[in-house]
């Protein structure tokens, strides 16, 4: 933990904001304001635990991106877990998804009517409950980006270690370039630079995000998750703009590596390929998702029991689709903190851990900013 | 909000949001005129001459029943005791309410019975009457228990969540959230060297310590279920009052901060079972603090912030000077802590 305490520390972190503060003062004074995106649910959470958005100075707006994978997950997918955990199958999944309204319940109100839904802190949990119910369809909710990926992938690796015969996945991964990519092609989106993503990117390595500083001349910093880390980057982001540069910084390199996590990325491409994901809110974007192979196709819960994932239904009136494309802050939805709050929300970035919704309604609404 | 065929969930027993809507609709709707107004940790019942009781009860249905630190024995002790010293009394008598699992380890119940005996003794507090039942297997969890308390009202106490002013300040009589980090780690297995243990002991003598200020405490809260965000969220719901507490002070021990850390848990938002939060006059903080740090039980007491204008709003100063709000935990964030 002293480790750690060292990336909280307040007196650096007042050097890093005067910093920040003159860095952006001099672009104000070329009239320029600058808006960040930070992609990752876990930095928009780690920015408003920590007051960061409360700090900034006039001129740096930070705008949450689309990187929650719970929110981003389609209603219909809810829809296909409950039916399986109706059905008599034991669903096994991140405590996250447990509050997320599908087109007509939560995977919550399914388990108090008395379907087995269990909570997993490891995926590897899983494999536990598929051996102590060798009599049970075990399914575990196969949700994520590419952090997320790799350790399911180990419980399939697992599972045929010990030949499992009752576990499968469900799955709905996604891939975070691709979306950033749909990001930066919609006009209506104004991105000056992405704050990346932190165990994304020691998966994928930085050099993933070069083309979208090369082609698209945005920088792009990695960062970690502690408060010193953001400022950090946040620091470079504008000092890059200062000096009208577009590069990809590694400000994480504790962790990340240029090219990233070989074996993670190894094992995704024996088990996965890529297909085209419907992000919720968003829509369809092309070759964004990774689903099994046609030879893993018996741990493929969606085959397995003849299950196709429908699109579901939303509510209309619900902007989660908005907010992850950074287009409206939280406070701009006429649902929220109304119609909309995290006992009975609408959509799910008001449910998720790393939802941007639920980060404001949290710990944002002071000095009247919300 | 509730339907006719709505379900209790687990995170009804949360100590959150979900707890208090429920207890709002089913309990306070037939039962809340009188003494329960308000949801106090404990009765205050006029009595004899002139002298008042202090009355409490609390079921425990911790899992696992043996965590470091302590057992479900001595925390059925503490807890009811608590309930009765932060509401300014003097805790005298508690009943004891078996409810035993067909299987049960004798051994096991021995342990525990002698942690209620060697806890009472401690608190010097009676066991004067009680119960035990058995049940089959699989139709309760091991053992739970069930304890009621009786205690006298101090002289000197004028407690009322009403009397807390801006300016007031915000004490705390050590590090917080060990207990529910100790039984959470116990549960998932997490073996960490110097791991979290919980804090299971009595706030009595706390109580007792600062009688001679009593005049200036406003409030008193044992911050359990929910840990310090739900009660001092509870203390300016609905009130002209915020209250503003600054990171840097809020104390935790290293074994919680990690699996907080660890776990992704808010360890403002998890319970302690021996610590106690106190809302004084600026002018007692002092003289409070230092009271409590001269007791082994309050050696690491710090003020945690003070109350402000600020309606409705907890806020916390975090390490990069920015400000947010202090959440209630909504649901099940930790089932079955206590």
């Known amino acids: 933990m002293r480790y750690i305490e060292g990336f909280r520390n307040p007196e650096v972190a007042g050097a890093i904001r005067r910093r920040i503060d003159d860095l952006a003062a001099g672009l104000a004074g070329e009239g320029r304001v600058v808006n960040v995106m930070e992609v990752c649910g876990s930095h928009t959470m780690a920015i408003a635990r920590y007051g960061i958005r409360d700090i900034l100075p006039p001129g740096l707006s930070l705008i949450s991106g689309p990187g929650c994978p719970v929110c981003v997950t389609p209603s219909g997918y809810i829809d296909a877990a409950m039916t399986l955990a109706e059905r008599g199958a034991m669903v096994v999944t991140f405590g996250d998804m447990l509050p997320v309204p599908g087109s007509s319940a939560t995977l919550a109100e399914c388990r108090a009517r008395g379907a087995a839904v269990e909570v997993g802190y490891s995926p590897m949990c899983a494999v536990d409950l598929a051996r102590a119910h060798p009599d049970r369809e075990v399914v575990f909710l196969a949700i994520g980006f590419e952090t997320t990926i790799a350790p399911v992938l180990c419980l399939l690796e697992e599972a045929q270690r010990r030949g499992l015969k009752n576990l499968s996945l469900l799955t709905a991964f996604k891939l975070v370039p691709p979306a950033l990519h749909a990001l930066l092609g919609d006009p209506s989106v104004r991105i000056d630079a992405f704050l990346c993503p932190a165990h994304v990117s020691a998966i994928i390595g930085a050099e993933a995000y070069r083309p979208f500083a090369g082609r698209y001349r945005v920088p792009c910093v990695i960062a970690g998750f502690e408060p010193l880390d953001i400022l950090y980057g946040l620091q470079g982001i504008l000092e890059q703009i200062g000096r009208g540069e577009a590069r990809v910084d590694n400000e994480y390199a504790r962790v990340v590596t240029p090219e990233g996590n070989r074996t993670a990325q190894a094992l995704m491409r024996k088990y996965l390929q890529p297909v085209d994901a419907v992000w919720r809110g968003i829509g369809v974007i092309p070759v964004s998702g990774l689903g099994l192979r046609e030879e893993y196709a018996v741990y493929d819960a969606g085959p397995r029991f003849g299950l196709r994932i429908e699109a579901g239904s939303e509510n209309p009136a619900c902007s989660c689709g908005e907010v992850l494309k950074g287009k409206i802050r939280p406070p701009d939805c006429p649902l929220f903190g109304t119609a909309c709050t995290p006992d009975h929300a609408v959509g799910p970035c008001m449910v998720s851990s790393e939802g941007t919704c639920s980060a404001y309604f949290k710990y944002v609404s002071v000095k009247g900013k919300a | ?338």
């Not at chain 2, 791991?195 to 003598?205: F, K, L, M, N, Q």
């Not at chain 2, 004084?280 to 003070?306: K, Y």
């Open chain 2, 1 to 338: 909000m509730k339907s006719d065929d709505a379900l209790i969930q687990l995170g009804h027993g949360g100590g959150g949001l979900l707890s208090r809507e429920l207890i709002r609709t089913e309990i306070l709707s037939r039962f809340g005129a009188a003494a329960l107004r308000g949801l106090p940790d404990a009765a205050t019942l006029p009595w004899a001459g002139g002298r008042s009781l202090v009355f409490t009860t609390d079921g425990y249905v911790v899992q696992p029943l043996e965590f470091p630190g302590g057992n479900i024995g001595d925390l059925a002790v503490h807890g009811t005791v608590n309930d009765i010293a932060v509401s300014g009394g003097v805790p005298r008598w508690l009943s004891l309410s078996l409810i035993l699992e067909e299987g049960l380890s004798r051994a096991v119940l021995g342990r525990v019975l002698d942690s209620v005996r060697r806890a009472a003794d401690a608190c010097a507090v009676q066991v004067v009457t009680g119960d035990t039942k058995v049940v089959g297997r699989g139709q309760c969890d091991g053992l739970y228990v069930t304890t009621s308390g009786v205690g006298e009202l101090l002289d000197g106490f004028s407690l009322a969540i009403e009397k807390v002013r801006a300016g007031d300040r915000v004490l705390v009589s050590g590090p917080l959230g060990d207990h529910g980090m100790a039984v959470l780690a116990a549960r998932r297995n997490i073996a960490i060297q110097n791991g979290p243990r919980s804090d299971t002991a009595p706030v009595h003598r706390l109580v007792l310590a600062v009688q001679p200020m009593a005049g200036h405490v406003r409030f008193m809260r044992d911050p359990t279920r929910g840990g310090l965000a739900a009660v001092l969220n509870e203390l300016v719901e609905d009130r002209p009052v915020g209250i503003l507490i600054r990171e840097r002070q809020v104390p935790f021990s290293a074994g919680t901060r990690a699996v907080a850390e660890l776990l992704g848990i808010d360890p403002l938002q998890v319970a302690s079972e021996g610590r106690m939060i106190l809302v004084c006059d600026p002018c007692a903080a002092e003289g409070i603090l230092r009271v409590w740090r001269g007791m082994p039980e309050g050696s690491q007491a710090v003020e945690l912030g003070e109350v402000t204008e600020m309606s409705g709003r907890v806020v916390l100063e975090t390490c990069t000077g920015g400000r947010r709000l202090v959440d209630v935990p909504r649901g099940e964030l930790l089932p079955r802590i206590c």
